[in-house]
């Protein structure tokens, strides 16, 4: 049961999943404490949160096993978001990313199995479906990993069961598709698509596409992936526990379709962006050509109903690049 003294650990709460988490868990009365090392996230993200009564920042590393059994002290729920994303940075750095996200991960089960930790939510990756051609993407059906990172975020999977099996502790583990929205981190060489374009756009600089523009995604807006977080915590269905669900929208956009979308939406702000050119390059290796989500599993036992779809959450998302990184 969740009471005001309920408290959560959020790994990686300075990056943009895990600020946006630690921004909605504070409102909700929940005590929050952020377990981040800064590689990737920023202090700007929780800089609101600071002086908050109810929000704990831990600066540390989930490769130290000692840091993440002092983080899980008195914790309720862990949210598990830290993690080195991006399949091309796994790709230039497979050491890394694995030490970072298997042995990190591996570190943060061990931590709240001792700890006595009611619940633990990780974030898995819907590049765990690698060369599977299925569409819709459903939980049971997946093929071949396509990157390092991708074997990583299937191994956590693999684990999270064994700890369920072997130890008892509860897992769910969220196979986010392709999030956006405010506070993801624009700049830098493994940047997210979307926000990278706003700010191309936003500069007047034209952005490269991977491809012919063809492939598809089943980009999620953040608030969708919250709200599957939080069901996550709140769910006392046993079925619903020990498992994975994929967490989006359901619907698939095509790059192209993404960008004319962008480029609509900020030309309400700036009318010059509608004759921005686009440009387009090579495929990126590791790159899936398609990705759409079966939601039906979440629906069901979670009784998920996504708020925001692609458009409504593109308007949002840019919007609030308009208004705070212009
Ligand atoms: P992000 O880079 O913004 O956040 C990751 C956070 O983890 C950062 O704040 C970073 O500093 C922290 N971190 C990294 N290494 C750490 C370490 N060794 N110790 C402590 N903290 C560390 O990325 P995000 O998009 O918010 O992703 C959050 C999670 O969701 C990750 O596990 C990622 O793999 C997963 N995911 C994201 C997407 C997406 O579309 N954004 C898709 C699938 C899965």
Redesign the pocket.
Known sequence: MITTNTSILI?????????NLCDYFLAKNYKVTC????????QH?IEPFLSHPNFKLIE????NSETCANAVQGVDYVL??????SVPRSINDPLTTNE??IT?FLNMLIASRDAGVKRFV??????TYGDSESLPKVEEVIGKPLSP?AIT?YVNELYADIFARTYGLETIGL??????GRR??PNGAYA?VIPKFVMQFMKHESPVINGDGNFSRDF?YIDNVIQMNELAILTENPEAVNTVYNTAFGDRTTLNQMVHSLKEYLSEFDATIAAVPVLYGPNRAGDIPHSLASIEKAKKLLNYTPKYSFQNGLKEAVKWYWENLK
Do not use: E, P
């Open positions: 790994t990686g709460g300075a990056g943009f999943i895990g600020s377990l981040d090392n800064f590689a990737t996230g920023h993200n540390g590393d989930i490769r598990h978001q830290a993690a080195l994303g970072v996200n990190g990780y974030a898995a990756s819907s590049s990172y975020k196979r986010y598709f392709n999030v956006f993801q981190d997210a999620t």
